[in-house]
């Protein structure tokens, strides 16, 4: 198998667009509150993937490269970024998270307080830039995302520690709290390029399907992954109690004497338990069963976008499968 | 002078009305997610003031009794409440508050993780109600509103253990964080009601008038309030470092040796230390001072109202004025 492109190739025909998205965030969020002004550049000082973004420039790029969207898909794509960094500077609070794109949270740097906060600001930001586009369909999509992705998170806090979630409730969780956003940034920019609703609908699917792919290598890289590249701390969901696949299919295999003695590792506060956890989960072959599981996730976005004749975008979009399951970061 | 009426008394005209809040929130938040289910329906158990929908009810009343507006006029004022309950769950967990509408706080019943997730849910819920209510000159005014509450909230948190902040700087994060989304509420009932530019702007002024004097008075209670009636954990601004009027007057005041004793004080963990902040807060006269303060805005609170002829929603605004000064809860 060839290696998977790189995202530089894979954003190549949004490329000069993309360059324009950190100036574009800074711009959304300028404030004179000196504080804010701070926590924000730091933030996004932090080189992110800009996967959502991305996904909004490419969804117009399927349609349409007229440059008069410009102005509007720049902000629109940016507010994606913005809200998707409200959700990590919360989420890094609830994992009591140290790292994060490699430079230390906000929530170390500043202490929760400031992290709840700040991260209020850049919702309510996204949202206003978002309504400011003024576009009802694409506000309405989002609206609806936005109370999908909280729920999908309070869901994922309530099954904290429960030992036998199973694999079906794992992924309407990893479907609310991850795939909705992607879906929704992409379906956003394939409706300000013109898609006609049958369009809208398979990159949807598409959206959704990819994903669940994603989060699910995010959970295996979440063990396995090396904490320099992946850019985040390493085991912050174990440690946090929440189950993703890897566990879930261990507690699933394994013998019942020997589940106990793991749910009892698990909830204790051993120094050496992410370790053998690890050794534990990579043993059993349930790291390989989850990355099938992707790849499954990942032949049916695949699918998703037979609707698309052949473009520079829809190779980016078939190229980002391939490159999610290859990644490391 | 007479004693000022109950909050009953000035609720009179929108009473019908009102009476259908609590349901409409809790409509406007039903989830299948039992976690989220139950918190939203403790949370609102504790029984707030229901101000903020008050005004949006009263605002509407001024101008148009009209009973075709009713469906969106309810969710528009419960929309407020529960955006005001989401800036109160994610508060009380910045302050460690305990109590909260006499219950105890979301962050001490289920750990901060989901008060910072259930604050989310509430503030985009509330944010989708009002977007969905349709009309485009409400929804700017409350992302506007929106920005600046989060941003008088992180200027109060920048200003933490900031001894020498200044009277002006407190009013303008009071202004911020209390008095703009007061303010909101009512100008959103009252553009829905029909009212004019000239007199949208009126209330607006009133509201934020209004609103300062609320705060100081509010920060007044959180020195002399008591707890039960309260309903929320007295001297926790003191408790987090934030310096509310009584004691930047205080501070003001003092002769410099004292404020460097006083200074310690405040930082130390001294079980002691709110009593006897609380004494010389009281003895100095601080307190004395804000309400003074607090008085005058209601002052220029009851002048912004001459636009408007007499009526009883009028009469209801002149007598909220006496309320705030006089309240203990």
New interface residues.
């Given amino acids: 198998m060839k290696a998977a492109a790189t995202l530089e190739e894979i954003y190549a025909p949004v490329e000069s667009r993309l360059q324009a998205i950190p100036e574009t965030i800074l711009e959304i969020l300028s404030?004179p509150?000196?504080?804010?002004a701070d926590v924000i550049r730091y933030f996004f000082s932090g080189k992110g993937k800009l996967l959502r973004p991305a996904l909004t420039l490419l969804g117009a790029e399927l349609k349409s490269t007229d440059e008069g969207l410009e102005p509007r898909l720049l902000k629109l794509a940016s507010s994606y970024e913005i809200f998707h960094g409200a959700t990590l500077i919360?989420d890094d609070?609830?994992d009591s998270a140290y790292l994060r794109r490699n430079i230390p949270t906000i929530n170390v740097k500043w202490g929760?307080?400031?992290a709840?906060?700040?991260?209020?600001?850049l919702?309510?930001?996204a949202?206003?830039a978002i309504?400011e586009n003024g576009n009802p369909s694409i506000?309405?999509t989002f609206?609806?995302t936005?109370?999908e992705v909280?729920?999908g998170?309070?869901?994922e806090?309530?099954e904290k520690d429960n030992f036998v979630l199973s694999e079906a409730e794992y992924l309407a969780i990893i479907e609310k709290k991850t795939a909705s956003l992607l879906a929704c940034a992409l379906e956003s920019g394939a409706i300000l390029g013109g898609a006609n609703s049958a369009e809208i609908h398979a990159l949807r699917r598409f959206g959704r399907d990819f994903g669940i792919a994603f989060q699910i290598v995010d959970d295996c890289l979440d063990f396995t992954g090396n904490e320099h590249e992946f850019g985040k701390t390493l085991g912050a969901d174990c440690f946090a109690g929440v189950l993703t696949l890897p566990l879930i299919r261990l507690f699933e295999i394994l013998e019942p004497a020997k589940k106990g003695e793991l749910m009892q590792l698990f909830k204790s506060e051993t120094p050496g338990k992410f370790q053998t956890l690890l050794d534990k989960v990579r043993d059993s072959g349930a790291i390989d069963y989850a990355m099938e599981k992707a790849k499954k996730y990942s032949a049916a976005a695949r699918n998703d976008l037979d609707v698309f004749s052949d473009s520079p975008a829809k190779r980016s979009f078939e190229r980002l499968v391939d490159y999610v399951l290859e990644r490391n970061r």
Same sequence: chains 1, 2.
């Fill in positions: 404030t509150n000196e504080l804010a919360h609070i609830i929760p307080e400031v709840v906060l700040v991260g209020d600001y919702h309510d930001k949202i206003a309504f506000v309405s609206l609806k936005a109370g909280c729920d998170e309070i869901h806090l309530k």
